[in-house]
């Protein structure tokens, strides 16, 4: 089972609003959890890095949420642009043993469509 | 600056044929990964090296082989490819150990296809 679930599966949203995309994850103990941008054929990009102490971080018109508690995070986009048109990943890794050095827990993603 | 560069970038191979994806980075990292992504799935460990000299198994290693060629090259290869690892594979650097929460930097891609 994915220890990391992300929904919706899919969006579409019109240019200029805003959307909110969720990651839930069962990864324990808990270390560091990272959204990216995945444009159609290309290599996903970082938008954000959040350790278990911060609740907030921001990169532009993203802001990611994290609930270490619940065991969430969320990820606003504000003000759509047609660029945003991505899949965007939460990745959430554990704290390093010698079984999780480097083994982060990918989400499927989410495909986000903004349309004009 | 060229981040993170692998090659080729589509490949169509016959079962059964060998083949090496190859991946370089210019930011000086220790550490570098090989994942596939398959549709409707997360990103998935293939192999990583923790840093210059070493490799280890990640999730999915059956099929593949790694060789970290020195500090900027890491190259995958699979010896007799077969129709299930057709996939998109993306090689990826990070400065140290991703749990201490360095950002990772992953290449365009490699689109292959076994038939």
């Known amino acids: 089972k994915n220890q990391v679930e992300q929904s919706p599966q899919s969006l579409i949203i019109l240019e200029g609003k805003n959307c909110t995309l969720q990651?839930?994850?069962?990864?324990?103990?808990?270390?560091?959890l990272r959204w990216y941008k995945q444009d159609t054929g290309r290599g996903p990009v970082s938008l954000t890095i959040?350790?278990?102490?911060?609740n907030t971080k921001s990169n532009g018109r993203y802001t990611a949420t994290l609930d270490a508690d619940t065991k969430q995070s969320s990820l606003h986009i504000t003000a759509s642009q047609l660029s945003d048109s991505a899949s965007y990943i939460c990745?959430?890794?554990?704290?390093?043993?010698?079984?999780?050095?480097?083994?982060?827990?990918f989400g499927a993603g989410t495909q986000v469509v903004v349309t004009p | 600056n060229a981040g993170v560069t692998q090659t080729p970038k589509f490949q169509v191979l016959k079962t059964g044929q060998s083949m090496t994806l190859q991946c370089a980075q210019d930011m000086n990292h220790n550490s570098m990964y090989w994942y596939r992504q398959d549709p409707g799935m997360g990103l998935r460990l293939i192999y990583y090296?923790?840093?210059?000299?070493?490799?280890d198994k990640g999730e999915v290693p059956n099929g593949y082989n790694v060789s970290r060629l020195n500090k900027r090259e890491f190259s995958l290869r699979l010896e007799s490819a077969a129709p299930s690892q057709t996939s998109v594979y993306f090689c990826a650097s990070s400065e140290v150990s991703p749990n201490s929460g360095n950002t990772i930097y992953f290449g365009e891609g490699s689109w292959l296809t076994v038939v």
């Open positions: 090296s923790a840093s210059e000299g070493t490799t």
């Open positions: 990651c839930n994850y069962t990864v324990s103990p808990f270390s560091n």
């Open positions: 990745v959430v890794s554990a704290w390093e043993t010698t079984d999780s050095w480097g083994k982060l827990q």
């Open positions: 959040m350790t278990f102490s911060e």
